[in-house]
Nanobody, 129 residues
Framework: QVHLAESGGGLVQPGGSLRLSCAASGRTSSSGTMGWFRQAPGKEREFVAV??????????HVADAVKGRFTITGDTAKNTVSLQMNNLKPEDTAVYSC????????????????????WGQGTQVTVSS
C-alpha cells in the first residue's frame, strides 16, 4: 500500500514563497511519475508539475501558469518530490495534492489526474494580503 505524506503549505502574502514536500512510502521502483495537482474552490483540478523517471533518466514538466515561478525537484531513489513556489499570486490559492503513478507515464497522460494511481490528502495554500 502506497502512502503519500505531504508537508508545507499555509498562508502567504502575494509575492511570497512556500515549499511543499511529498514522500511516498510503500513502493520501490526504478521508474514512475510523481508530482502535484491543485484544485481551487469552484474550479476543476489542474496539473501543476511532475517528474517522470526511468532509471537515471528524468523529465520535468511544469504547467504554463506557474512556469518561471514554481520549481519541482525530487529524489526519485527515495520517492520524494518538492515544489518550490515563488512569487505566489492570489490565483495560486488552492488545495495542492501530491500524486504518484507507478510507471513512467507517456507524455500525453501526464496532464490528466486520472493517470495517477495514488493521491495525497492535500495541503492548503492560501495567497492573500
Amino acid at each position: 500500500q502506497v502512502h503519500l505524506a505531504e508537508s508545507g503549505g499555509g498562508l502567504v502574502q502575494p509575492g511570497g514563497s512556500l515549499r511543499l514536500s511529498c514522500a511516498a512510502s510503500g513502493r520501490t521502483s526504478s521508474s514512475g511519475t510523481m508530482g502535484w495537482f491543485r484544485q481551487a474552490p469552484g474550479k476543476e483540478r489542474e496539473f501543476v508539475a511532475v517528474i517522470r523517471w526511468s532509471g537515471g533518466n528524468k523529465n520535468y514538466h511544469v504547467a504554463d501558469a506557474v512556469k518561471g515561478r514554481f520549481t519541482i525537484t525530487g529524489d526519485t531513489a527515495k520517492n520524494t518530490v518538492s515544489l518550490q513556489m515563488n512569487n505566489l499570486k492570489p490565483e495560486d490559492t488552492a488545495v495542492y495534492s501530491c500524486v504518484v503513478a507507478t510507471s513512467r507515464l507517456i507524455l500525453s497522460r501526464v496532464w490528466s489526474g486520472e493517470s495517477y494511481d495514488h493521491w495525497g490528502q492535500g495541503t492548503q495554500v492560501t495567497v492573500s494580503s
